[in-house]
Structures are given as structure tokens and as C-alpha cells.
């Protein structure tokens, strides 16, 4: 069971936008930044968003990522069938001492 | 540009070891610690722990101490995972993963830019 709960997957059409979740704890998310992570199969993951917000340089604007107590969200606009992938949040766990991701979510585009 | 390169997939007996590599280019590797992460078969990413590699100082998650082991190779920018008496669930792909932070207003912001290609440690019979 992973310390950070995220839906299993996701569905939009091409074009429309998805959000997925990313729920901890003030032990994790509440006092840390969250990063995200795209990991296509069979491939390693990518750097998606970092420091709850931030893109890195060639990282497409209809990614967008969002901080809130103890949630995280990332989201994804003008989806498009290159966008299928499995996508992580991780954080700090400042309890454990431990770096911790969520179970990961399965964006699907219909 | 920044990048890590691992070692190939390994085929081993229960019972036996297996040591992975992770080299570095394109940045200085005394400057950032190194991750390693793992991936079992159709399941989510699981955080092993981490190495200074400034002063060799290894981390290791709850679940993994005692048969895992971080070391490194600065002469030729290089960490390693060992892992002793596999067992059949150690079926993983292994990934380093360079740590990347910022301290902001007071927190420490971590995250992991870039990841190595992946190795695939099958322990089979």
C-alpha cells in the first residue's frame, strides 16, 4: 500500500482535460513539495513537475501541477493520445525519513 | 547534457548476488546524491534510499536494509547497488535516479531529474 493515494486511472477524450489526485498527510505533502513523474511502458520515468508547480524546460504549459493541504494535483489539458502514460507523485515523508510516491495513475485517452 | 547510465539486465539464482551500475555524465557527481528506486512486474515505484555521494554516506529505506547495499566509484562518477541473497520478489526493474533540490523559503524542495535507464534483475531457478 503506498503512503500517498492516487486513482488507479483516468479517461478523457482527446482534447478535454484530466486532473489526477494525489492525497497524503501533513507528514508528506503538508510540509513538503511534490513532484511529479510520466513513465510510458517500458520506459523510465520523467521529471513531469517539480517543487508542486514548476516545469521543467520542455515540459509542455497543458501540464500544470497544484499544492493544497495535504493534496496534490496535476493536471492535463488539450489531451492528446501521446499522453497515455502511468503518472507519480512523490514526496518527503518527514516522519519516516523516507522518500514516498503514490501508487500511481493510468491515463487513459478514449 | 546530464544523464545516467545503467548497467544490463541480469538473470540470477535465488540465493545469489547481483551488483547494478550507475554512471553519471554531464555534471559534476560529488554534487548530487543518488536514488535508487525499484519496480516490481506491473506495479507502482518503490524508494530504496539514497547515497551522498560527497561523503559515501548510504540511506537505506525501512524495508531494504540488510541485503542492500549503496557504494560508489567517484573516479569514474559511478554508483552501485548490490543486493545479496535474492530472492524470487527482488524480480524488479531497478532505476538511479539523480536527487535534485532547492531550498526554498526554509524547506528543502527534492526531486528526481534524471532517472537511468533502468536494469532488470530477474531472479529466477
Known amino acids: 500500500q503506498s503512503a500517498l493515494t492516487q486513482p488507479p486511472s483516468v479517461s478523457a477524450a482527446p482534447g478535454q482535460k484530466v486532473t489526477i489526485s494525489c492525497s497524503g498527510s501533513s507528514r508528506d505533502i503538508g510540509n513538503n513539495y511534490v513532484s511529479w513523474y510520466q513513465q510510458f511502458p517500458r520506459t523510465a520515468p520523467k521529471l513531469l513537475i517539480y517543487e508542486n508547480r514548476k516545469r521543467p524546460s520542455g515540459v509542455p504549459d497543458r501540464f500544470s501541477g497544484s499544492k493544497s493541504g495535504t493534496s496534490a494535483t496535476l493536471g492535463i489539458t488539450g489531451l492528446q493520445t501521446g499522453d497515455e502514460a502511468d503518472y507519480y507523485c512523490g514526496t518527503w515523508d518527514s516522519s519516516l525519513s523516507a522518500w514516498v510516491f503514490g501508487g500511481g495513475t493510468k491515463v487513459t485517452v478514449l | 547534457q546530464v544523464q545516467l547510465v545503467q548497467s544490463g539486465s541480469e538473470l540470477k539464482k535465488p540465493g545469489a548476488s547481483v551488483k547494478v551500475s550507475c554512471e553519471a555524465s554531464g555534471y559534476t557527481f560529488t554534487n548530487y546524491p543518488i536514488n535508487w528506486v525499484r519496480q516490481a512486474p506491473g506495479q507502482g515505484l518503490e524508494w530504496l534510499g539514497w547515497?551522498?555521494?560527497?561523503?559515501?554516506?548510504?540511506t537505506y529505506a525501512q524495508d531494504f536494509t540488510g541485503r542492500f547495499v549503496f557504494s560508489l566509484d567517484t573516479s569514474v562518477s559511478t554508483a552501485y547497488l548490490q543486493i545479496s541473497s535474492l530472492k524470487a520478489e527482488d524480480t524488479a526493474v531497478y532505476y538511479c535516479?539523480?536527487?535534485?533540490?532547492?531550498?526554498?523559503?526554509?524547506?528543502?524542495?527534492?526531486?528526481?531529474?534524471?532517472w537511468g535507464q533502468g536494469t532488470l534483475v530477474t531472479v529466477s531457478s
Open positions: 535516479a539523480r536527487d535534485d533540490l532547492s531550498l526554498v523559503r526554509g524547506v528543502i524542495s527534492h526531486w528526481f531529474d534524471p
Open positions: 547515497i551522498n555521494t560527497n561523503t559515501g554516506n548510504p
